[in-house]
């Protein structure tokens, strides 16, 4: 069983930074490749970006556009959302999850999930 925890969601203006961490807890929790996906009002959840549990490698989906970075620090079992240049449509609950797999951008792939932490971008 792995715990996830989010953190450092709040209130950002457009242009504005956010970074947000994911603690994770439990047997291994090391090992698993991780996620960050959101869901903002009235919509489906969907996928912002993953990594691989060594760090060595990320993806991310389209919209990002180079404005957010995935890291993780195994030290400190966390992993982080480093998001950069936010504008309104960013609004959502984001979620960290872990899976055994990598490279999914599914969520049915993800095991494990957070409770979310909340990101409002005010225009």
């Known amino acids: 069983q792995v715990q996830l925890v989010e953190s450092g969601g709040g209130l950002v203006q457009a242009g504005g930074s956010l970074r947000l961490s994911c603690e994770a807890s439990?047997?291994?929790?090391?090992?698993?490749?991780m996620g960050w996906f959101r869901q903002a009002p009235g919509k489906e959840r969907e996928f912002v970006g993953g990594?691989?549990?060594?760090?060595?490698?990320?993806y991310y989906a389209d919209f990002v556009k180079g404005r957010f970075t995935i890291s993780r620090a195994n030290t400190k079992n966390t992993v982080y959302l480093q998001m950069n240049s936010l504008n309104p449509e960013d609004t959502a609950v984001y979620y960290c999850a872990a899976a055994t797999s990598y490279g999914s951008r599914w969520s049915a792939d993800y095991h494990y999930w957070g409770q979310g932490t909340q990101v409002t971008v005010s225009s």
């Open positions: 439990g047997r291994t929790s090391n090992n698993y490749n």
């Open positions: 990594i691989m549990w060594t760090g060595s490698n990320t």
